[in-house]
């Protein structure tokens, strides 16, 4: 099993920046990759990004490309998600996730964070 703990979310204006960052535990050795989705209330969850564990290959939703940046601490295994020129339709709840080798598929899923940008 992989625990995900996030942290980082907040209010911010339109425009505004803010870090999400994603702390796994326990079975981390397996993990493949991680990444971000989001929710918001009666909509299907949304993929807003991904990184590989080994490679470092970043992946992203089209409607954060070039506002967001996923990355992975020097340390090696906190999770960042740096959100800039936030919009108001940003607002949702972030999910950090993670992809055992074996499956290949975002089995663990954190709490979730919530993220609110004013327009």
């Known amino acids: 099993q992989v625990q995900l703990v996030e942290s980082g979310g907040g209010l911010v204006q339109a425009g505004g920046s803010l870090r999400l960052s994603c702390v796994p535990s326990?079975?981390?050795?397996?993990?493949?990759?991680m990444g971000w989705f989001r929710q918001t209330p009666g909509k299907e969850r949304e993929f807003v990004a991904g990184?590989?564990?080994?490679?470092?290959?970043?992946y992203y939703g089209d409607s954060v490309k070039g506002r967001f940046t996923i990355s992975r601490g020097n340390a090696g295994k906190t999770v960042y998600l740096q959100m800039n020129s936030l919009r108001p339709e940003d607002t949702a709840i972030y999910y950090c996730?993670?992809?055992?080798?074996?499956?290949?598929?975002?089995?663990?899923w954190g709490q979730g964070t919530q993220v609110t940008v004013s327009s």
């Open positions: 990184l590989t564990w080994s490679g470092g290959s970043t």
């Open positions: 996730v993670a992809a055992p080798a074996h499956t290949r598929s975002y089995d663990y």
């Open positions: 326990g079975r981390t050795f397996s993990i493949h990759s």
